[in-house]
């Protein structure tokens, strides 16, 4: 079953990034990969990332798919889906945790944006990071050296840990959030 699943941020307006943990996660991405909507590279030590901007085709096979994947999950509520890749392999089982992923995937993939998929366990570069943080690289590595997110260096290069870039964002993104809901109250008092 996969583990771990969750969508980065919420300022990511054309790119949303898909973190899934697992052994499953294999057999999932290599369905995925057989329907040509992403690329990725298996667990390793240092995350490599892959994001192209999907084609007019691949926006419209995923608005396809969509509804009729959205629609067989909410009539059945088995543990695994079976799935027809129409192949001499036969039927495949997959978990439902990962078609829900797909079926967030595609959903991402029918309006335009591109989504990566990287391992929990892996480490990212300083550019790596800060494309998924949606910030600048020299912002980054203030963050870093103010020991904001956690990091090793490898000689004289830094490396993230994809964790820590997450448990970063999730608790930046609750503190904009509880600024905001301040200021929504303050302008409330106020009559503003």
């Known amino acids: ?17 898909y973190f899934v943990t697992g052994d499953p996660a294999g057999q999932f991405l290599r369905i995925l990969a057989n329907i040509a909507i992403i690329s990725y590279t298996a667990f390793m030590a240092t995350a490599e990332l892959t994001t192209t901007k999907p084609s007019e085709k691949t926006m419209r096979m995923a608005s396809q ?30 978990p439902r945790d990962a078609v829900e992923a797909l079926t967030h995937v595609l959903a991402h993939l029918a309006t335009g944006q591109s989504v990566s998929i990287v391992a929990t366990n892996s480490e990212l570069s300083t550019q790596q990071a800060a494309d998924l943080a949606n910030v600048s690289r020299p ?54």
């Open 1 to 17: 079953m996969v583990a771990g699943l969750g969508r980065l941020g919420t300022d990511l307006k054309h790119h949303a990034i």
């Open 65 to 94: 798919v969509l509804p009729r994947l959205r629609d067989y999950l909410a009539d059945h509520d088995d543990e695994m889906v079976r799935l027809d890749p129409a192949d001499e392999q036969g039927e495949l089982e997959v």
């Open 139 to 192: 912002f980054l590595i203030k963050l870093l050296d103010q020991g904001e997110i956690t990091h090793r260096k490898v000689g004289k290069h830094r490396r993230i840990p994809t964790e820590a870039l997450l448990a970063y964002l999730a608790e930046d993104d609750a503190k904009r959030r509880a600024a905001a809901d301040e200021l929504t109250q303050l302008s409330a008092e106020l009559g503003i």
